[in-house]
């Protein structure tokens, strides 16, 4: 199984419009980070988590040809807003599949009340079949077992995702202990880290750390960055050893 890391920056991305922040005008290609986004592979199975205004752009970097899916971590718009760019791959494909808590489908359906029309839909406008993920209750993709992990963004639920021994989460502040077991016995795990300094919706990097030493992965990569973290050299070097963080495409076979 092939993971690529489509974007690991935060809402903004790297840099920030008009910012004169140092990471801003960093020129090392590491700093420069779009919206957060990996795309899943094996066999013949592509999947991507999360589609959002950079969807696009990413999609050509990855060179990505074929999607049979898209899995919603929650509705915010840096996860969401580049759902109208599929339209390519239904061309190609037909209706596309996604797969979010019915909360996300329902914020969907208004956001773009026109992919979801039924009767007077705009021609080319893009096709959708939406499926609803319930906590505690895995399901199939593919050939491969999906177990939804179920973490809190601040007072908002959302969804992570645990394929085999690899698990994806992001936009976490809070995991209940029963959610943190489904996470034993990784080989990768990747978490969200947004900063030193601590946020009320996100883990900064001290509690990203301790929950990687919690839950014991045998390698972990820090997503969802935002400039405030740091220079990604400077902060790669004060990890452990055994702890990456994650960069624009940048990918893992595991």
Not at 91 to 107: C, K, L, S
Not at 160 to 184: C, H, M, P, Q, S
Request: proline content about 5%; hydrophobic content about 40%; some cysteine.
């Amino acid at each position: 199984m092939k993971v690529y890391f489509l974007g690991t920056g935060t809402s903004q991305g790297i840099p920030v419009i008009g910012s004169n922040h140092p990471v801003c005008q960093s020129v090392d290609s590491k700093d420069k980070r779009l919206r957060v986004a990996i795309w899943i592979s094996w066999d013949s199975y592509s999947y991507v988590i999360d589609c959002g205004p950079d969807f696009r752009q990413q999609m050509l970097s990855a060179k990505c040809q074929k999607v049979d899916g898209i899995l919603f971590t929650h509705e915010h718009a840096d996860h969401t807003a580049g759902l109208d760019d599929i339209r390519p791959f239904n061309f190609m494909q037909g209706e596309m599949p996604v797969y979010a808590h019915q909360r996300v489908i329902d914020n969907l359906k208004r956001r773009f009340e026109y992919i979801f029309e039924t009767e007077n839909r705009y021609p080319g406008a893009p096709s959708v079949k939406t499926i609803e993920i319930i906590n505690d209750q895995p399901f199939i993709l593919g050939d491969k077992k999906v177990v939804p992990i179920n973490v809190m963004h601040g007072s908002l639920q959302v969804f992570g995702y645990r394929f085999d021994n690899f698990a994806y989460l992001t936009d976490v502040k809070t995991i209940e202990k029963e959610e943190t077991d489904k996470l034993i016995g990784l080989e990768v795990l990747v978490i969200n880290a947004l900063r030193e300094a601590p946020h009320n919706t996100h883990f900064n990097l001290e509690e990203a750390l301790d929950f990687i030493a919690l839950v014991k992965p045998k390698k972990a990569y820090l997503t969802h960055i935002s400039h405030l973290l740091g220079f990604h050299e400077e902060i790669q070097k004060k990890l452990p050893e055994n702890v990456f963080l994650a960069y624009d495409n940048l990918e893992i076979t595991l």
